[in-house]
DNA sequence: GGGGTGTTGATACTTGGTCTCATTGTGTGC
DNA sequence: GCACACAATGAGACCAAGTATCAACACCCC
């Protein structure tokens, strides 16, 4: 469950605290995308303690690792989805915020063509791709 | 300069307002990305009266038209650039700001391949590609 | 030039996030 | 196991971005 965003924070040498222990267990009972009012919402129902500073100072610290990753919903909210440190895009269901993972599957092709038409040199990118799962989908 | 703007608004049919048109030359002036604040921070200085709403207001309006584009950037802000109605994906340089427009180059294989691994029927996508332009390339 | 209606700005409010700081809890070395 | 140094916590003030409300106003069509 979130025994591996533990993990991951106690390799990368930051204290294994109640509070995070806590809050690591509410993203792990999440599925898609959610966002930091939605843990703090969960937080205060379960009557846990733990301020809303920590949660955001636990965000901040889970997306430095790369164990969560920020999204920028259409709506303009933040969301957070759980993450695999590596390099790679988002489909995002726009109907039941379900999350699926996708590697570069010819996006530097992309980025080096905007390049030459350009000039710029190309530091970063970020592709984010909205529609329905397939769940959401048969149900319509 | 703004009359682009002006022209395409009037088009759709709203009213070219006194501080509609201010607003427009101030965004008529920048050059490269900006946001809310910079609009109000630039009405302010110049002692036009317009009401910080007024601004949020415009923005919207000139966003479902096409006519300009947020962009999120990479530290979290909402910024705005000018923009053609049609699709594309802009460069926007992390040092200066400016932004280009790149047409579609390829990224409908790549959301298709996306679509094909996933099982996700693909609605949007955006893909902001975030590095340095040619002047600032060469300023190093 | 009036008049209906879309627009405005002042202001209050909400929401998302940061800062500060006194108190607490954790990991570490012994 | 215990003490200690220092990271982390939560309460609360604070700040910034954006929205809602509403009486006054101005655009535009006639
Ligand atoms: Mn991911
Ligand atoms: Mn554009
Ligand atoms: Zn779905
Ligand atoms: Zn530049």
Do not use: W
């Not at 993450?83 to 726009?94: A, K, T, Y």
């Amino acid at each position: 469950m979130s025994d591996e965003l533990l993990r991951a924070l106690d390799q990368a040498g930051v204290r294994l605290t109640g509070p995070r222990r806590e809050i690591a267990a509410l993203i792990a009972k999440r599925n898609g995308h959610f966002t930091a009012a939605d843990l703090i919402a969960d937080a205060s129902k379960r009557r846990l303690g733990v301020g809303r500073a920590t949660i955001f100072r636990l965000l901040d610290l889970l997306a430095e690792q790369g164990l969560v990753e920020r999204v920028d919903l259409p709506d303009g909210r933040h969301a957070y989805v759980p993450c695999e440190p590596s390099h790679h895009h988002h489909l995002v269901c726009v109907a039941c915020g379900a999350i699926a993972e996708v590697e570069d599957c010819g996006i530097d092709a992309v980025t080096s063509e905007a390049s030459r038409r350009s000039g710029f040199t190309i530091e970063s990118h970020r592709l984010e791709l909205f529609g329905r799962c397939p769940n959401c989908r048969s149900a319509n």
